[in-house]
């Protein structure tokens, strides 16, 4: 039952986390930019990035929520 937990959050992070996939995952060319020291980042580009990252923290959230249960 416990992976019927993780089902929309992997999905959503599977398909908006990641999308656009080419040329590289849209939420790893963010996370590099942020990484790199964020310059030139304007607020649509950090709006863009939590967009992308909300899924993925959904995850991380529900797993450690799963895992924590057992």
Not at 18 to 26: D, G, S, V
Not at 31 to 38: D, H, T, Y
């Amino acid at each position: 039952m416990q992976e019927r937990k993780w089902l929309m959050p992997l999905l959503a992070s599977l398909s908006l986390g990641l999308a656009p996939f080419t040329p590289e995952p849209h939420i790893w060319g963010k996370l590099k930019w942020v990484l790199g020291g964020a310059e030139g980042m304007q607020l649509m580009d950090w709006f863009d990035l939590i967009m992308h990252g909300t899924p993925w923290v959904w995850l991380i959230i529900t797993v450690v929520q799963s895992l924590r249960e057992k």
